[in-house]
């Protein structure tokens, strides 16, 4: 498996950069889920509003992928009421532990690997799941990106990996 050298950012909250490449990863973790969401049980099965966090984080930072893991999950639920009011702390929960994970492997690693990403996708799901069980108190529904959302996990590791490779070759 090939690793490539990885150019990464650590944006910081003063440079504007950060905000707007924010702003950008919100916008696509605004309509992927759209688009996921004209499938039934969409959203469930692709875990859409965490694609772009990951990348945001592994390519630009930690920071810039905070913002994006805070404000896709708010921005989506004012503007469309998804995700419900119900989950989005587990949800908001997921999204930070994902940017804090891709952020600090691409910052220790500093290569770009599928099996990182997956890694990155692992730990995120796991520490998440354990979060959302404690919040839901229903052990059931905690473990639904286990049962159901796989082929989302997949997404983000495969998907990721092609994405951030590309904007590695710009």
Same mark, same amino acid.
């Given at each position: 498996m090939q690793t490539k050298a990885l150019r990464l950012y650590s944006?910081?909250?003063?440079?504007?950069?950060?905000?707007? +490449?924010?702003? +950008?990863?919100? /916008?696509?973790? +605004? /309509?992927?889920p759209q688009v996921c969401?004209? +499938?039934?049980? =969409?959203?469930?099965? &692709?875990?859409p509003i965490y694609f772009f966090t990951l990348i945001a984080a592994y390519k630009y930072g930690w920071k810039a992928g905070l913002l994006t893991a805070v404000l896709s999950p708010l /921005?989506?639920? /004012?503007? #469309? =009421?998804m995700?419900?009011?119900a989950v989005l702390p587990a949800i908001l929960t997921k999204s930070v532990f994902l940017a804090m994970a891709a952020g600090l492997a691409a910052s220790y690693f500093r290569k770009l690997s599928l099996p990182i990403l997956a890694l990155v996708v692992l730990a995120y799901q796991? #520490? =998440?799941t354990l979060v959302?069980?404690?919040?839901?108190?229903?052990?059931?529904?905690?473990?639904?990106? &286990?049962?159901? =959302?796989?082929?989302g996990m997949l997404l983000q590791v495969f998907g990721g990996y092609a994405v951030i490779r590309y904007l590695l070759k710009r």
């Open positions: 944006l910081d909250y003063k440079e504007a950069k950060t905000y707007i +490449i924010a702003m +950008i990863f919100v /916008v696509g973790n +605004i /309509v992927l969401h004209l +499938i039934p049980q =969409g959203g469930f099965i &692709f875990l /921005v989506n639920h /004012v503007l #469309f =009421g995700p419900p009011l796991v #520490f =998440g959302e069980w404690t919040i839901l108190g229903d052990f059931f529904k905690a473990v639904q990106d &286990f049962r159901i =959302g796989i082929p």
